[in-house]
């Protein structure tokens, strides 16, 4: 069964500190996986994107890594601010045989509270 | 700007009435979703459309109904025949296509429905 799990459930951290938030998945055929950031009450917007051949991509003090081969990711956040107050879901697209989009399995997501 | 409006953002309903939530955007997609976000759960998908006058149904579709009358429009109606109806609601629009696109789905703000 196609399942993507996030840990931790909700996490509280000071301002200025570093956190990392982690999403395990057993989605196959895989296509990409993507993190998307929630604020209270709003839509979710993406902030990063990992393909199968990529291990780490950057977004200002975001960085997402990727290893496909344990089926992990984490989204590590530097420096945080308040405004990092959100929710973090990790969404993973399966692929199609004929190489097309599949479908989106989601995350519950990781509720990140940044106390100042 | 580009992006997609949801209406109304706050809604109460009694219970027995039908009720319908706005989606428009104006990015030129040809795909809408609707999903329904319950506290500690991650998105359900209700249903979806990937071009004009043909929509499909997703994992929770019972319940609900919509049409896809217009490109710019995905309108979500909640009968009354939905059990449990209160939630937040997020309609999303992506480009359509059979390529390894990265599928992102832009989201709009929300509507929360509340049965009394």
């Known amino acids: 069964k196609n399942q993507v799990e996030q840990s931790p459930q909700s996490l509280i951290i000071l301002e200025g500190k570093n956190c990392t938030l982690q999403?395990?998945?057993?989605?196959?055929?895989?296509?990409?996986l993507r993190w998307y950031k929630q604020d209270t009450g709003r839509g979710p917007v993406s902030l990063t994107i990992m393909t199968f051949s990529e291990n780490t991509k950057s977004n200002g003090r975001y960085t997402a890594t990727l290893d496909a081969d344990t089926k992990q990711s984490s989204l590590h956040i530097t420096a945080s601010q308040l405004s990092d107050s959100a929710s973090y879901i990790c969404v993973v697209r399966t692929m199609n045989y004929g190489g097309s989009q599949g479908n989106l399995i989601f995350g519950k997501g990781t509720k990140l509270s940044v106390k100042p | 700007d580009g992006g997609i409006t949801q209406s109304p953002k706050y809604l109460f309903r009694k219970e027995g009435q039908n009720v319908t939530l706005s989606c428009e955007q104006n990015l030129n997609h040809d795909a809408m979703y609707w999903y329904r976000q319950d506290p500690g759960q991650g998105l359900r998908l209700i249903y979806y459309s990937q071009i004009v006058n043909d929509f499909q149904k997703g994992d929770i579709a019972e319940g609900y109904s919509v049409s896809r009358e217009k490109k710019e429009s995905f309108p979500l109606t909640v009968t009354s025949a939905q059990k449990n109806p209160t939630a937040f609601y997020l309609c999303?629009?992506?480009?359509?296509?059979?390529?390894?696109?990265?599928?992102?789905?832009?989201f709009g703000e929300g509507s929360r429905l509340t049965v009394l």
């Open positions: 999303a629009s992506s480009r359509r296509g059979t390529s390894l696109g990265t599928g992102e789905l832009f």
């Open positions: 999403c395990n998945y057993t989605v196959s055929p895989f296509s990409n």
